[in-house]
Each structure stands twice: as C-alpha cells, then as structure tokens.
C-alpha cells in the first residue's frame, strides 16, 4: 500500500502568512490522484483539493493543490484564523486508499 | 443538500457488537458508492473498504476484514457498519462517505465507538 508522510507536524503561521503543506508519497500516485481535506475540531473532514491541484465547490481561491508523482503540496495564501484545523492528504488511486497522518495549523 | 446521517455514540464493553447507521438523503444512493473510514483519537483516517450501493457488495480493506461487516437497506437510503467481538483498540469515530468519483465528499459527522469495561 502506499504510505503518505505528511510534514511539517505542525506549522504555526500568523494571519496574512501564507502556509505551504507537503504529502509525500511512497510510491508513484496513479493519474495524481491526491484530495486535501480540512478538519476542524471536533468536526468531520471537509474537501478542499482533488486530483492534485483542482478546488472542491465552494473552497475560496486562497486554497492551491499542486504536484505530480511522489510529492504535493497544499498552499494556504492570506491565513485566516478560520484556517486553524488539521489538514490531511489521501491517494484514491491506488488501493487500497491511504491518508497521511495531518498536519496541524496553527494561526 | 446531500446528506450522511450516522447514528449516535455508543459505549460498548470488550465483546460486544455495535451497529453504525449511516442514512443518505439529497441524492440517488446508487449513483455513488460509500465508504467507512476510521479515525482513532490523535491519529489520521483509515479507509476500511467501500459498498457497492448497486449490488450491495462490500469490499475490505485489509486489517479490516473478518469482524467487519457492510450492509445496505437501499429501501430507506441507509448503509450500516456492524462490528463484531469489539476490541478497546476499535475505540475511534466511525465515519460514512461518498465517493464522488474518487474523493470523499461529503462525509457523515462521525459516530463515537467507545470500548471500555
């Protein structure tokens, strides 16, 4: 299966900032199959990316997927306080899917 | 809207079994398949495999397969979750998702399974 590591652990960034998270895969990633979610506490994930670098419905342009093969990244221009969640990268396309362990954002 | 509906918390001792709900609304429940993901406290999700919602055939993800069982009642929109001869390390939130098309969105709000003595 593919292993995800997600870095760095936590990232503390102030309002304005721009934070930039990486998923690195084991292996290479059919078609770059990588979603983003969001998960605030205490709350379900939510959908940010998909296949890489494409915005779910709804997420505000300040949210950026890009990558291809073993390594992506999520890009967070103009931090808000609202960003402050735990972020966590997931291969769909190869099974059986995986996710990465998170990354904590602190604003 | 599309909606996943779990049923609620559950305290459970070594042993026992639990049965997870998870109602869908807001949209064709064959057009998507589900899936049941894990996550322990502190630690990220884990995929425990998917339902056919066509055919009701379930498909594990391996370390989750034998005390694990998926099921459909497409007459009333609803997959469930039943987990048999439960472990304290089955202590996790149990969360419903639809495929759509590859990622998981949305996802249910997440049913607490506490197993404890």
């Known amino acids: 299966e593919i292993v995800l590591t997600q870095s760095p652990g936590t990232l503390s960034l102030s309002p304005g900032e721009r934070a930039t998270l990486s998923c690195r895969a084991s292996q290479s990633v059919y078609r770059n199959y990588v979603a983003w979610y969001q998960q605030k506490s205490g709350q379900a994930p939510r959908l940010l990316m998909y296949a890489a670098s494409n915005r779910a419905t709804g997420i505000p342009d300040r949210f950026s997927g890009s990558g291809s093969g073993t390594d992506f990244s999520l890009t967070i221009s103009r931090l808000e306080p609202e960003d402050c969640a735990v972020y966590f990268c997931h291969q769909y396309g190869n099974s059986p899917h995986t996710f990465g362990q998170g990354t904590k954002l602190e604003i | 809207q599309v909606q996943l509906v779990q049923s609620g918390s559950e305290l459970k001792k070594p042993g026992a079994s639990v049965k997870v709900s998870c109602k869908t609304s807001g949209y064709s429940l064959t057009s998507y398949t589900l899936s049941w993901v894990r996550q322990a406290p502190g630690q990220g999700p884990e995929w425990m495999g998917w339902?056919?919602?066509?055919?009701?055939?379930?498909t594990y993800a391996p370390g989750f397969r034998g005390r694990f069982v998926f099921s459909l009642d497409s007459s009333v929109n609803t997959a469930y979750l039943q987990i048999t001869n439960l472990k304290a390390d089955d202590t996790a939130v149990y969360y419903c998702?639809?495929?759509?098309?590859?990622?998981?969105?949305?996802w249910g709000h997440g049913t607490l399974v506490t197993v404890s003595s």
């Open positions: 339902i056919n919602t066509k055919t009701g055939n379930p």
């Open positions: 998702v639809r495929e759509n098309y590859g990622p998981f969105d949305p």
